[in-house]
């Protein structure tokens, strides 16, 4: 096994990596949703409310003054280390998403008239997308797509979209959903000469290595702080001063006003006009650490230690039956995305998650880019300087025990009945047997046949396909039925047949459904958009019902 780092040290740092979950040590893959904040920022967060807590910039006292100095002195800090010409050029926001949405409304909306362009890159997180959409709409403005299959820009391809003359080009500069690192400076450079604006998202590149502005061309870059190492409900959005100094304000309130009366308002100048209301500063102190944090480290050698783990554990995941990583491009980070044959996502990460094992599974809010890589979703195993490729190992272990018992189970497995199946789900004592229970009680639903799987009897609200058809008998009682593409979710649903088929609607709705289930304890197990789906199952059933009577 390689060892060019060790990451002992670091993961020391982080109080929550030592936790437990379902009773084995937390192995946490899922850092491309959030990552895991070190001692330094807990602190500079807890010192900041024990010692400096003030309202910022309007003060008239010390303690104000000191909170507005720490404030503003991580702006500062930001902007050096990504390389921005300014402090004023620094926007602080909750996020990338409204960061994004900032420069929409505020830059592009006034500019946009009908029959314009926007080009956005298909592999986009949805945050990249949506607020694009909504000024194309206001606008009649076009949306143009670029392709990216296998995480690879074909620049033939994206010069002939540049042709058509965008007024914005929205790029990613990492994947959230493949990993895929893209050439963002060429990209800008071309776009640049073809006249568009550009922006680009940064959420999942600044937590894999730094960036310099200088280098990248671009007229706006977004992030959010709890991608790297801070805290949540801050980011940042930096703009060209000259950009953001013609744009109006977004927000209005206070803070971003020089003078209120009722004839008029004047704004504030940069940042500040763009930054209504009492910012996050306990957030902003947060991300100042997770920063210096970063600064403290060789992110050289942080970068070298993540390529070896990707490339240990899609080594080792390789050898699991039926294993596909989904290709990403020769340039990427430290994530992958895969699929095992005959497994759902779902029901994957609910197995590792019962050995410790967070990753993330769903169409990681890149629904255009499943949908053009025709998958209904994948599971996403991201890693951090922390992750040690011991855990790698592990994960690799863990899919391979999936595909082994799912294997022995089919080997071994004589026809039982659904009843007595659901009886073994309420029978069971502990949470694993319950799972084992539910796991046999997904494979005992009998499938819909294919052409009932059809969208009309799709159940929305569940992260998964769900099909639903509610139905009665002669006799006036509840006879649905109902599938789904996770084993979990058949199960789910089985539970929820067992419980109203067969009966009237007055005995359904006499019946406290939503209490019968809570008393399995599912949704403390369950993932939240599990949990979600559950709830929209229960919600059909007793609306259907409700109907009915
Ligand atoms: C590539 C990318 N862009 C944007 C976002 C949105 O970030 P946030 O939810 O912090 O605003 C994410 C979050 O997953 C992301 O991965």
Redesign the pocket.
């Known amino acids: 096994m390689p060892q060019p780092f060790d990451p002992a040290r670091l993961r020391r740092d982080f109080p929550l990596l030592s936790t437990r979950v379902n009773g084995r040590p937390l192995i946490y893959l899922d850092n ?2 959030t990552t895991q904040k070190p001692r330094h920022v807990i602190d500079a967060i807890s010192n900041y409310y024990k010692r400096s807590n003030a309202n910022v910039h309007r003060g008239a006292h010390s303690l104000s003054s000191q909170a507005t100095q720490q404030f503003e002195a991580v702006r500062q800090q930001l902007a050096d280390w990504i390389g921005a010409r300014s402090a004023r050029e620094i926007i602080w926001t909750r ?4 960061a994004i949405n900032l420069v929409a409304q505020s830059y592009l909306r006034p500019r946009l008239h009908e029959g314009d362009r926007i080009l956005l890159m298909e592999s986009a ?1 949805h ?2 997308i949506v607020p694009w959409q909504l000024v194309a709409e206001a606008c009649n403005a076009q949306i143009d797509v670029l392709p990216t299959p296998e995480g690879e820009v074909d620049f033939e391809l994206y010069r002939t979209l540049l042709a058509r003359a965008p007024k914005l080009v929205a790029l ?1 500069h ?1 994947s ?1 959903a493949l990993g895929s690192c893209f050439p963002v400076a060429a990209m800008s450079a071309e776009a640049k000469r073809a006249g568009a604006c550009v922006l680009i ?1 940064g ?2 590149a600044l937590p894999h290595f730094d960036i310099s502005l200088n280098r990248l061309a671009c007229d706006f870059y977004a992030f ?1 702080g ?2 790297l190492f801070g805290p949540t409900g801050i ?1 940042a959005l930096w703009g060209r001063e000259a950009l953001l100094a013609s744009m109006p304000p977004w927000q209005g309130g206070g803070e971003m006003i020089e003078e209120v009366s009722f004839s008029g308002t004047r704004f504030a100048g940069l940042p500040f006009r763009f930054e209504a209301g009492t910012p996050d500063i306990a957030g902003v102190i947060g991300l100042g650490a997770a920063i210096q944090y970063l600064q403290a480290q060789d992110r050289s050698l942080l970068a070298a230690h993540e390529e070896s783990l990707l490339k240990y554990a899609l080594e080792c995941c390789e050898s699991v039956p039926g294993f596909r990583a989904l290709p990403a491009g020769s340039e990427r980070v430290s994530l992958f995305s895969f699929q095992i044959d005959d497994q759902h996502p779902q029901d994957i990460a609910l197995w590792l998650d019962r050995r410790g094992i967070a990753v993330r599974a769903g169409h990681h ?1 890149a629904m255009p880019l499943m949908r053009a890589l025709q998958v209904p979703g994948t599971v996403r195993a991201s890693f951090a300087f922390y992750n040690t490729l011991a855990e790698a190992e592990q994960l690799a272990s863990a899919l391979d025990q999936l595909v082994q018992e799912q294997r022995s189970q089919i080997l071994t497995a004589h026809p039982i009945d659904i009843v007595t199946q659901v009886q073994a789900v309420y029978d069971a004592r502990d949470w694993d047997s319950r799972y084992r229970a539910l796991m046999q009680l997904g494979s005992t639903l009998p499938p819909l046949p294919e052409p009932l799987r059809q969208d009309s009897h799709r159940l929305h609200g569940c992260e998964s396909r769900v099909w639903l058809i509610t139905d009665m008998d002669e006799d006036g009682r509840l006879n649905c039925r109902a599938d789904a593409d996770a084993r979990i979710l058949r199960a789910l649903l089985a539970l929820l047949l067992d419980a109203v088929n067969g009966r009237t609607p007055q005995e359904v709705l006499a019946d406290d459904l939503p209490a019968r289930i809570a008393a399995l304890d599912l949704q403390r197990h369950l993932s939240p958009s599990r949990g979600n789906g559950l709830n929209a199952m229960i919600k059909a059933l007793l609306d259907y019902a409700r109907n009915s009577a």
């Open positions: 491309a949703a996020g990338t998403t409204e997180h945050a990249n990613s990492v959230n998202d959420a999942q959010s709890h991608k980011g809010c």
